[in-house]
Structures are given as C-alpha cells and as structure tokens.
T-cell receptor, first 115, second 112 residues
Framework: KAGVTQTPRYLIKTRGQQVTLSCSPI?????VSWYQQTPGQGLQFLFE???????NKGNFPGRFSGRQFSNSRSEMNVSTLELGDSALYLC??????????????FGEGSWLTVV | DQQVKQNSPSLSVQEGRISILNCDYT??????FLWYKKYPAEGPTFLIS?????DKNEDGRFTVFLNKSAKHLSLHIVPSQPGDSAVYFC???????????FGTGTRLQVFP
C-alpha cells in the first residue's frame, strides 16, 4: 500500500512569492496534518484537516493556510514568503486522527528554500 | 514551553550494544507516546508507541518504557545496528487534539 506522497520534493522560491505544496495520504486515511521542521524550532505542528475541515491549528501566521479535498488529498499554501520559511514541510496522515488514538504516518517531505 | 524534552542531543553506541534514548515530559494530559526515527531529508518513520496505562511495550529490538511518576520514557534498542544511526524523536499527542508535540530529537550513531 502506497505511503504518504508529497510533491514537489524540492523547490526554491524568492522572497515575496507564494508556494503550494501537495500531499496524498495513505489510501483510506481521512486525517491529514502538516508539520514544519527547521534546525532552530524542530518539528512544529501547522494544522490538521479531516473531511475537508480544519480541526486543529498551530501557532503560525495567517500566511500559512491549507485545504483538504473530498478525496482526502491536501494542499498547503504559504504566501508572501520570508527567508525564515525555508524548511522541510512534512505531511502526515492517519485514519481519523490522533485524537482517536491513531498513529500518524509521515511523507518524505517537501524541502523549501526561500532566497 | 517545551512539553516534551530530549535532553541528550546525541548518543554514540557500539554495534551490538544497547542504545537507550531518553525523553521527559511535563504535561500530564498525554495519553500515549510515540517514537519516530528520522534520516536526513526524509520524513519521520513510526517505530513504536506506548499507552499511558502501560509501563512497557516491546516490538522486536525496540522496547519503550514509561515511568509516569517521573514523567519519563525511554527507548531501548538492542542489539544496536549501524542502520539504526538516525535522529530519534519522542512525541505525544495533545489530548483531544490532533496536534503531535515533538521532542527536539537525539542523534544516534552506531559504530562498528
């Protein structure tokens, strides 16, 4: 069974631009969450979606947004990119979410570099 | 406020010996804990979990111990293998949310 798939794997953007990252969860998984990993802050929760609704949100500015489609695929968007947004963005999926006691499984991530 | 802490940033162990990775937490609202292993430029891979009502869970070479009174858990890998060299994160979901709180990670190096 295919794992969590993220695209693109690597990308370079310029300050001020916007970026969209895509995530396809494991088949049958309906919860998708996003995390940011940076050397300084470690792994931090961005948001979580279930049945096309955002259920949980981390402490990130409004420039970070996401959505989930009816097939459970998800996208996250970062607008007005800043140098500090350079990070590994990880998508994770689970059957119905951590609050149901599920384990979440991560994709390989999308490396974003902002120059 | 770091609710999940891994105070050892790195650990070096000889192949065949036991690796012990430690994790402390401050929030009593965690109902279970997970350990993930991460290679550079890859996503974390789930290793093993433990419910807060248990004190031990074992899966092959991996055993996790939970000491609730001390708010401490540890991951034991025995015997350690060179392929175990990676960064290990402990994590816990915040109760009634889907937010996973990660520790800062411990880099394990297993040498021959």
């Amino acid at each position: 069974k295919a794992g969590v798939t993220q695209t693109p794997r690597y990308l370079i953007k310029t300050r001020g631009q916007q970026v969209t990252l895509s995530c396809s969860p494991i088949s049958g998984h309906r919860s998708v969450s996003w995390y940011q990993q940076t050397p300084g802050q470690g792994l931090q929760f961005l948001f979580e979606y279930f049945s096309e609704t955002q259920r949980n949100k981390g402490n990130f500015p409004g420039r970070f947004s996401g959505r989930q489609f009816s097939n459970s695929r998800s996208e996250m968007n970062v607008s007005t990119l800043e140098l500090g947004d350079s990070a590994l963005y990880l998508c994770a999926s689970s059957l119905t979410g951590l609050s149901s006691g599920n384990t979440i499984y991560f994709g390989e991530g999308s490396w974003l570099t902002v120059v | 406020d770091q609710q999940v802490k891994q105070n050892s940033p790195s650990l070096s162990v000889q192949e065949g010996r036991i690796s012990i990775l430690n994790c402390d937490y401050t929030n009593s609202m965690f109902d279970y804990f997970l350990w993930y292993k991460k290679y550079p430029a890859e996503g974390p891979t789930f290793l093993i979990s433990i419910s807060s009502i248990k004190d031990k869970n074992e899966d092959g070479r991996f055993t996790v111990f939970l000491n609730k009174s001390a708010k401490h858990l540890s991951l034991h890998i025995v015997p350690s293998q060179p392929g175990d060299s990676a960064v290990y994160f402990c994590a816990a979901p915040l109760r009634d949310t889907d937010k996973l709180i990660f520790g800062t990670g411990t880099r394990l190096q297993v040498f021959p």
